[in-house]
């Protein structure tokens, strides 16, 4: 089988149900198979999708396991030479599963990829970045953000000096939309679900470097992703109050203490 799709989801079943359609409407040109894990949803989104969708494998978890987990029971049930993680909020625009598909074919090199993410109205959004450093996180949770200096850093971090039309090798990619290669995961495994929400994606795509596996954003495979930062804003005051961006918070200490006097997995640009 060529391709395997896995879709993790949270209380998100009329999300899921337009992905789905979205993607079995593609009439793509080669095997694949649709996986969806749902973490205990308290709505109807498992009864809602299993009638559905009766053909698509609908696994359902006991409890919330966390989107690293969800994704490793799919990756480990997918038995595709391509493995595709999409967010339910994605919709899959036209050609671009095949887009990456052919990408990967014609670079072997490449573990993993991930295409362009556009907002409804069309508008570009960074979904490819270079790696964080622990002042990345001040600049974007408080006020020094807005400084000449943390403007600088943050404009970086998001690749803004980079036109985002041609395919290019990137440090990560948001894990809304990511393609990654079979024999890559021999090397590299899955997420590593010590991160329950957040910076499972930065950790994966620095594993697939540290195991000489590039990372490759490509463009001309296009995404429409229904994306809202919930894990923004209120400096302090959010971290106390926004139980997300504590999990953020808490993530990137993780993803630190994990790599803490270890040396970048490729040369910083």
């Not at 997918?78 to 052919?102: C, M, R, S």
Request: proline residues 3%; glycine residues 6%.
């Amino acid at each position: 089988m060529k391709l395997s799709i896995i879709i993790v989801n949270y209380n998100t079943g009329l999300l899921t149900s337009s992905c789905l359609k979205k993607i079995l409407s593609q009439n793509l040109p080669f095997a694949f198979e649709i996986i969806v894990i749902d973490n205990a949803s308290s709505d109807d989104s498992v009864s809602f999708l299993r009638s559905d969708f009766p053909d698509i494998d609908i696994i359902s978890n006991d409890k919330n396991l966390g989107l690293a987990s969800g994704v490793n029971i799919g990756l480990k049930k997918a038995i595709g030479e391509y493995k595709l993680i999409l967010n339910p909020d994605i919709i899959v625009l036209d050609k671009a599963i095949q887009t990456l598909v052919e990408y990967m074919d014609k670079n072997t090199e490449v573990g993993m990829t991930g295409g362009k993410l556009l907002s409804p109205n069309g508008k570009l959004q960074y979904s490819c970045y270079r790696f964080y450093k622990p002042t990345t996180i001040l600049y974007r949770r408080t006020w020094l953000g807005n400084t000449k200096k943390g403007k600088s850093a943050v404009n970086h971090f998001l690749m803004k000096d980079y036109d985002h039309k041609n395919a290019t090798e990137v440090d990560w990619l948001m894990g809304a939309c990511l393609m990654v290669r079979s024999k890559a995961l021999d090397d590299v495994d899955g997420m590593d679900d010590h991160f329950f929400l957040y910076f499972e994606d930065v950790d994966w795509c620095r594993r697939f470097w540290e195991a000489n596996w590039s990372v490759v954003y490509v463009p001309t495979a296009k995404f429409s992703h229904y994306h809202q930062r919930s894990s923004e804003g209120g400096g302090f005051w959010g971290i106390i109050s926004n139980w997300v961006v504590r999990e953020h918070v808490k993530s990137a200490i993780k993803y630190f203490w994990k790599y803490r006097g270890k040396p970048w997995p490729r040369s910083k640009k």
